[in-house]
């Protein structure tokens, strides 16, 4: 027996965790929908709004992505749109679009130790870093290879701050970029304020990536149908970008 609390299939009826879905169709927003499959409850108005910023943050980053890369050369193929859109999905790990799930991990660990240990912020970002810093590990969602201030991070903390729900994680991560600064700049990324924002939210570490595939995804989709629409097939991007570097052409 397959067991499942979260949708109800019988004929002619569709329940999702006790909602019928044609109560919830044009009646609540589609990320609100999201934090109910996840959550098991409607969000409030407030949790609502987070939670589709959330999503808007992850929506798109260019052609720069290794998601984006995939999804538009597999395109170019001329497989159709579910394929190539799979492909820049399947591209996602611990290194593209990881960051948000580790950041959590740890933001969350560190705060349970804080509270336990009646640390101040400051002291605990210390203990943190020192901790990371030793053992030869980066403190994930900080830094960036392009933006030196991350905007859409202001954005996220600046609305955490005005729907009430900066907490002790925000904090701490605010906590670690004034440690950071005092050694080296390096600002809290989309992925490191999506992960104290979460985090603050009550979602448990485990669900990074699920923000930021929710989002990339309609990304992908863009960047698919563009290519699809307006570019050539078989793209010619592996041959100008490569450099052969073996073994000079030799006899057998």
């Known amino acids: 027996m397959w067991k499942t609390k979260i949708t109800k299939v019988e004929p002619d009826k569709i329940v999702t965790r006790g909602y019928r879905q044609q109560d919830l169709i044009g009646n609540v927003p589609f990320a609100s929908v999201f934090f109910l499959l996840i959550k098991g409850k409607l969000p409030d108005e407030k949790e609502s709004k987070m939670i589709d910023a959330l999503i808007t943050a992850s929506i798109d980053h260019g052609v720069t992505p290794p998601s984006t890369h995939a999804s538009r050369v597999v395109a170019s193929a001329g497989v159709p749109l579910p394929t190539a859109v799979g492909a820049g999905i399947l591209a996602v790990g611990d290194i593209h679009g990881g960051a948000i799930e ?7 660990k560190w705060v349970k130790l804080m509270r336990e240990n009646k640390w101040t912020y400051q002291e605990t970002a210390k203990r943190l870093l020192t901790k990371l810093q030793n053992e030869g590990k980066r403190m994930p969602g900080f830094g960036h290879r392009i933006h030196k201030n991350d905007p859409r991070t202001k954005r996220l903390y600046e609305l955490a701050d005005e729907l009430g729900i900066t907490g002790d994680h925000i904090k701490l991560s605010t906590a670690a970029k004034e440690e950071f600064a005092a ?6 990324n989309v992925d490191g304020a999506i992960a104290a924002v979460i985090s603050d939210m009550g979602f448990q570490w485990e669900l990074g990536k699920a923000f930021f595939l929710l989002g990339r995804c309609a990304g992908l989709i863009a960047h698919v149908y563009e290519e699809m629409t307006t570019q050539k097939p078989m793209r010619q991007i592996c041959i100008q970008e490569t450099e052969y570097e073996g073994p000079q052409e030799r006899g057998l």
Do not use: E, V
């Open 183 to 188: 050694k080296k700049a390096l600002p809290i």
């Open 102 to 108: 580790d950041s959590a991990r740890i933001l969350q």
